[in-house]
């Protein structure tokens, strides 16, 4: 049995909320993030205050605790992630936000790029809506705006349950 399935370690985080590498000292486990993404995303900017830094640390350790259930507290991850930008861990957030959804749709002037994971499924559904293109050097489908209900009913045929980051930066759940 591996330490992650301790009863000792259920009120631990054991991955890391940014990049879910198992955390293995005891800051990490509390704060719920590991030194290298603390280092790497702006967690130890000395600009945020402690008060902001106390409440993101409660945040965060829910976020990487949610990989073992879902999140506590009757938080969602967009909430958390939305909470994690108001408390000035922009870069933390986004990154979060990156690695957990689904899907990610940015608009660049009239044109919509879904950035998405991979399953033979989802690339048969998603190849059904109209104007869809596959652009190889960046490695995602590209849609016409004008497809935007089409490809919003195909995400949520392909990736049902999960969530999906919006130009916006918001968080929803196809």
């Known amino acids: 049995m591996s330490y992650e399935q301790l009863k000792s370690t259920l009120l631990l985080a054991t991955h890391c909320a940014v ?3 198992p955390l293995r000292d005891a800051k990490s486990a509390e704060l719920g993030i590991g030194p290298d993404c603390r ?3 702006g967690y130890d900017d000395p600009s945020i205050s402690d008060e902001n830094r106390s409440k993101a640390n409660r945040l965060i350790f829910l976020i990487a605790d949610s990989r073992k259930g879902p999140m506590g507290e009757g938080l969602t991850l967009g909430d958390a992630i939305a909470q994690l930008r108001t408390l000035g ?3 933390i ?4 936000a990156e690695r957990t959804c689904a899907a990610q749709i940015t608009r660049e002037g009239e044109t919509l790029i879904v950035a998405s994971a991979y399953s033979a499924e989802s690339v048969a559904i998603l190849r059904s809506v109209p104007g869809r293109r596959w652009d190889k050097e960046r490695k995602v489908n590209t849609f016409p ?3 935007k209900g089409a490809l919003w009913g195909a ?3 392909a990736y049902p349950g999960q969530t999906c980051l919006i130009p916006d930066g918001s968080i929803v759940k196809l």
Not at 93 to 96: F, R
Request: hydrophobic share 35%.
């Open 19 to 21: 990049c879910a590498r």
């Open 39 to 41: 280092k790497k995303y």
């Open 89 to 91: 861990f922009n870069v």
């Open 93 to 96: 957030a986004q990154t979060i």
């Open 145 to 147: 705006y004008a497809s």
């Open 155 to 157: 995400l949520k045929r």
